[in-house]
């Protein structure tokens, strides 16, 4: 538990939020702070921004639906192979984020032992975190592979419903995927700075956001497989 | 030990000291919350100045407009609009209003600024987003300017931009080439702004509370705003998607939302197979719960102010919540209900209608409680409670004439006339901006450390209900008599018996106008001249009254609140012999 200095004529509160019971001690809970601690706040926030996302694309997906049913112009066409190559690789980054995550949380009890395991393991969470970035790339260009087999389909953005949707889909995800990318290596300097802060480098709520964009991807994969 | 506290201090607050840091690029909600309230007050007298010169218009449509062949050559030749720009000016009025006067004001400049302070919080969640979604909002705005200053004007498609006429582009008339593009960007930029703040505010609620303030001791306001912005969140992010199908159609030769075989101007429209109806389904899916975005709030803080003056609990605080969540929560399922003349089958029709009925039972509940909160009370009669009653009656009276719409027999008569006019302005623009001009009258002391003039603020108050009522309630008439919203001059049989009705509200609206300017004088006078105000000139127990006026910058001078009360303890009898006890005084309320 991380204690802080007191301003002069602060009051000690609990972090309770309010719920006039006894606090618990959770992982996360400072003992002295303003109300919220950091890695709260950034959890509650990514929860909050998935919601939106998902909502969205829940818009997007409806608008689909109906826009098939319509009119009679929908043209169903192959879906190009390299998008399950795609998904596999976007799993897998999601799997290098939690064993990235498993070194990290590991290094406060590895620290009380030895101080040079826990450098060790930090070393280790940030080589499995640069390597959930190159696969998010790699995914990125796997779909830019996507769109060129599309392209030779002679299927374009404006071709058909179905290829606009298909290509609104898969831009959106993907630009998604490259902010979460840009917030990755946000996590990655703080932790670096910090010496392995996990708790305030916002990488719990990174991680939230990482596994959100693989379900989503997922799912929207299933539903293009079913439409197109 | 030493690491924690200086990653702490990163985040804690020191006051900036460089003015564009302080004044500008703020990061204080403070200061977001006075920007967010001055381009709501900018916008209000821009939609407002456009109303005038549709009323002008509607009244005496042969008179030229001074100036206004300035503003466009092409659409207002010799100051005599064309029926297409008054469309144009139409349609701004109406985003301008609903966008950045009823969603900026009462949601993001009230709840910026008092939803931490109330809450015992130093700041918003993420005060840098919090920095970017006011300038992103200010920057959709500037967007949405633009578009007077293209060639053929603003868009003529109306607030809801109905598809097709929105995605085709230029050969269906005007404005709808560049302007109808610039709106939908601006909207879209809009969005995202939107979506930021909704976010902000929902993490503030349930992580910076400050001990003692459980849910159940959040001042109504909070309340309103918390849940508001709930709608915020999802209903932005349906939007959003429809402004970029939007953008599709018109910039990118998609068909989302334009049908096979249009012709326009002579010209087959190279699209095929959308469907117009998507777009009124994505945009009511938002449309309907924006109504709410923007009138919430507006009850909330109805509700916060009204035992202040009435020195008496508002009756069943917790129905009062529980009414606001389920009117959130509802307000999703009845956006059919602006299509029923759209041809849908009757059975949806009903399905849309029954909820919508439903809706009005805690919309109902939530009113009595505030008349029944009022109802013996030894009002304290101040601008700020006048404005509370002012809207618990326009409420109403725009509320009524809901039921009647909410039938679908009923409204296949009402759709698209003044009727709707009437309803929507009374319920949603006059009831929110009521709680608006309440809110300020009540917390502009805190916010700028100042009173406001009481005297003049009455003058505001009685000029204006009297106003909206002379402007609005002929509108029901109008209606019924069967004229249709939207047309720029009435020339048919049956409508010219009307114009009379036309020429009274248009003066009605004139002078009510005018009195506006009495409120924007006080409030620019009382800032610099009011007389000095104390921490707690209306005698009230929330949290924004416990501390300085002005709230230091980080709102309680390093102090952490702590909660003993629910904002509610008024006409009790406190230990120092006063009428109310504050949420922050450790001593029991006795119970009441
Ligand atoms: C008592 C509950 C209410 C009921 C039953 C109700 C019902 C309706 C119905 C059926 C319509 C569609 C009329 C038509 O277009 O033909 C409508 C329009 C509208 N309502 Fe309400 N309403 C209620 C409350 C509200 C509230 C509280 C607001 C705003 C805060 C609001 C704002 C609007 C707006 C803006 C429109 C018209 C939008 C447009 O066409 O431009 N209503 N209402
Ligand atoms: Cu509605």
Known sequence: MATTTLPP????????????KPPERTPRQRQVTM???????????MWVAVSAIGMSFAAFTSAMIVRQDASTDWQRFQLPHVLYLNTLILLASSVTLELSRQRIA?????????????????????????????????????????WRNLAAQGLFLATNPSSSFFYLFTALHAVHLLGGMGGLFYVLRKLVRSGGAGETSGLSAFSIYWHFMDLLWVYLLLLLAMRM | MHETSASHAAHQHTAPTSFIRKHVFSLDHKVIGKQYYGLALLAVFIGMGLSWLMRLHLGWPAWPIPLLDKLSAVGAPSGVMTPEYYLSLMTMHGTIMVFFVLTNAPFAAFGNYFLPIQIGAEDMAFPRFNMMSFWTTFMAFLV?????????????????????????????????KVGQTLWAISIAIFCIGSLLGALNFIATTLDLRTKGMSLARMPYCSWAWFVTSVIALLAFAVLLPACILLILDRTAGTSFFIPAGLVLSDKLQPHSGGSPLLWQHLFWFFGHPEVYIAILPSIGIVCHILPVFARKPLLGPRATVGCMIAIGFLSYMVWGHHMFV???????????SVPTLFITVPATILTLLLLGSVYGAKMRFTSASLFCLGFISVFISGGISGFFLAQPSIDIYLHATYFVVAHFHFVMAVASLFGVFAGTYFWFPKMTGRMMNEALGKLHFWLTFIGVYAIFMPMHYLGLAGNVRRYSAFVDDYLIPLIPVHKFITIAALLTGA?????LFNLIWSRFKGPIASENPWEATSLEWSTATPPPFDNFGGKHMVVYNGPNEYGVESRDGKDFIMQTSPEKAPAS
């Not at chain 1, 004529?9 to 006039?20: C, F, K, M, P």
């Not at chain 1, 601690?37 to 509650?44: F, H, I, N, R």
């Not at chain 1, 280790?124 to 995914?139: E, R, S």
């Open chain 2, 342 to 352: 759209s041809g849908m089958n009757p059975f949806s029709a009903t399905l849309f």
């Open chain 2, 515 to 519: 009195a506006q300017f009495i409120f």
């Open chain 1, 106 to 146: 590991a290094m406060p009890d590895a620290a009380r032992h030895a101080a040079g395991s826990a450098k060790a393991l930090l070393a280790n969470g940030i080589y499995w975190l640069y390597l959930t970035a190159a696969l998010g790339l790699i995914f990125v260009l796997g779909q830019l592979l996507a």
């Open chain 2, 144 to 176: 949405m300017m633009a578009a007077f200053f293209v060639t053929d004007g603003p868009p003529i498609s109306g607030w809801t931009a109905y598809a097709p006429l929105s995605a085709v582009g230029g050969d269906a008339g005007p404005g709808l």
């Open chain 1, 9 to 20: 004529g602060a009051e000690i509160t609990l972090d309770d939020h309010g719920s006039g």
């Open chain 1, 35 to 45: 109300p919220g601690s950091q890695a709260q706040k950034s959890e509650t926030g």
